[in-house]
């Protein structure tokens, strides 16, 4: 195992601790899906002394209530039965003809059967693991003793379905909360992924479009640098690729200094698509993305026709080399992005690929950087600030920006600064909001002023947008006139 399959176990076992309390029976059940071994599901113990879970006549079973780390743990032993064997893995989650309120899981081999029963004792002994480090140490001891290579293993398939009753519902939702999930809008242009990290809490991770950005990123520059390397064939090397990225004022600031920090060349544009994409067809490789999910790659001619020849030059010398795998990549990507403005299912084809090729779960991609808390609102013209604020606008055009909206609201005089006070700018030394940037712009999609601020807590941002919210509402608001 490697050290992120260690710390994604350890990190998503934490969360599902076994229930603890006098009256269990003897097994329960929970599903997670990891990405780095598809499908996982584990039994936990019950801690109370003197009693311990077994696998059964058919797997794990128990009050329903209780069934939870039980059946992360089931999800867990499924992956390495699946990499054992080579193939796929049922779960079933079903307590058959046992009470209603009853629940549990049965492990399926290709061949119908149930586990084979020479697994049994492992699924025993993880399913009462005491901790999250225990059932790390069993797992990897096991697929030591097995001979199961997990540590850049293919992905697995394991299927999982389960009976009418009620609790299989919510099991099978808890099944989902470490799945990579997509979600695209109406017209599939744009593409996040998030996370459901926990059961108990309602909200998601979002890995919106500027980790996507950041993914895509990463691995061309890494393809890049591959493909650079000296080689010794007699055919032009000395290409210099211009990779470009290109934002608009939206990205995180954690992400903007990512990308900084990993030496990319950053660029700037005014707020949508048509503008990002303009910028980014001057590129040799041009990627951008908005934070909502907006985004491509975009390919010049040019370098194209440079590169096949170069393919070609590298599989007439060096077939097979790092660096004309790296040429087939980029390559590769070329055909599989759409260059048109907006395709999210070709994003969502990319980002797949490119997690399996690094080997990355969606909590690895996810931990690239951590945003900074942000909050917008919107002042609308003649109505009202959503979630926070209320703000009455007499003219949103009276808002001008500069400097692709990064900060600059030019008109009305005065405004910029006034944002800037708030934000702590004109503070020497105070710095009212610890990592706060905030600005405005009217939008060009409704009738409304945008306000984004984001700092370093959630309170912080909140505080920062509404503030900036009433300043808005103060020179451009029925007040003001
Ligand atoms: P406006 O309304 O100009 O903020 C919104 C999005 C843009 C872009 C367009 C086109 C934000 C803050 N703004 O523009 O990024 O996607 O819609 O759909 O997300
Ligand atoms: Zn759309």
Redesign the pocket.
């Known amino acids: 195992m490697n050290k992120d399959q260690r710390s994604l176990l350890l990190s998503s076992s934490s969360r599902f601790p076994p229930p603890q309390g006098p009256h269990f029976s003897p097994s329960r059940i929970f599903p997670f899906l990891s990405t780095e071994f598809g499908f996982w599901f584990v039994n936990f113990e019950m801690l109370t002394p003197g009693v311990k879970l077994s696998y059964g006549t058919a797997g794990f079973r128990a009050d329903a209530s209780i069934l939870q780390s039980t059946l992360y743990r089931v999800g867990i032993l499924a992956a390495p039965r699946a990499l054992k064997i080579q193939s796929v893995i049922g779960l079933m989650i079903t307590a058959s003809h046992n009470k209603v309120s009853d629940n549990g899981v049965k492990v399926a081999d290709p061949s119908g059967g149930m586990l084979s029963q020479d697994w049994e004792p492992f699924a025993d002994t993880l399913t009462n693991a005491r901790d999250p480090q225990q059932l790390v140490h069993l797992i990897a001891e096991f697929v030591e003793n097995e001979k199961i290579a997990v540590d850049g293993a293919k992905s697995v398939e394991i299927l999982l379905a389960r009976d009418t009753r009620s609790s299989g519902e919510s099991l099978v939702e808890a099944a989902k909360q470490l799945f990579r999930c997509a979600s695209l809008d109406g017209d599939a242009d744009?593409l996040v992924y998030f996370i459901v990290p926990s059961r108990s809490s309602n909200k998601i991770e979002l890995v919106d479009g500027d980790k996507i950005l950041s993914l895509f990123a990463i691995f061309i520059k890494e393809q890049l640098s591959i493909l650079s390397k000296e080689i010794d064939v007699n055919g032009n090397n000395d290409y210099q690729c211009r990779l470009g990225i290109v934002q608009?004022a939206?990205p995180n600031g954690a992400s903007m200094d990512y990308l900084k920090q990993l030496g990319l060349e950053v660029t700037f544009t005014p707020?949508?698509?048509k503008y990002l994409h303009e910028k980014a067809a001057k590129y040799d490789i041009g990627i951008y993305f908005?934070?909502?999910g907006?985004g491509t790659i975009l390919f010049s001619e040019h370098y194209l026709r440079w590169l096949e020849t170069r393919t070609t030059e590298l599989a007439d010398a060096f077939k097979g080399s790092e660096q004309h795998k790296a040429a087939l990549r980029i390559l590769a990507v070329s055909e599989l992005i759409n260059q048109a403005v907006g395709d999210a299912l070709s994003g969502v084809l990319l980002v797949e690929v490119i997690l399996k090729h690094m080997g990355w779960s969606i909590q690895r991609w996810n931990e690239l950087y951590q945003d900074l808390p942000s909050r917008?609102l919107k002042a609308s013209f003649l109505g009202h600030l959503s979630i926070l604020w209320s703000v009455k606008v007499m003219d949103r055009t009276a808002v001008v920006t500069e400097n692709a909206e990064t900060v600059a609201a030019v008109t009305p005089p005065g405004i910029q600064e006034a944002i800037d006070a708030e934000t702590g700018f004109s503070l020497l030394i105070a710095v009212k909001y610890p990592r706060g940037r905030c600005f405005i712009?009217p939008?060009?999609?409704?009738d409304?002023i945008?306000v984004?601020a984001e700092a370093s807590t959630q309170n912080a941002a909140d505080s920062l947008a509404k503030s900036v919210a009433k300043l808005v509402d103060q020179f451009l608001g029925f007040g003001s006139s």
């Open positions: 744009r608009t939206y707020t949508g698509v908005e934070a909502n907006h917008q712009r939008s060009g999609t409704e409304v945008r984004y």
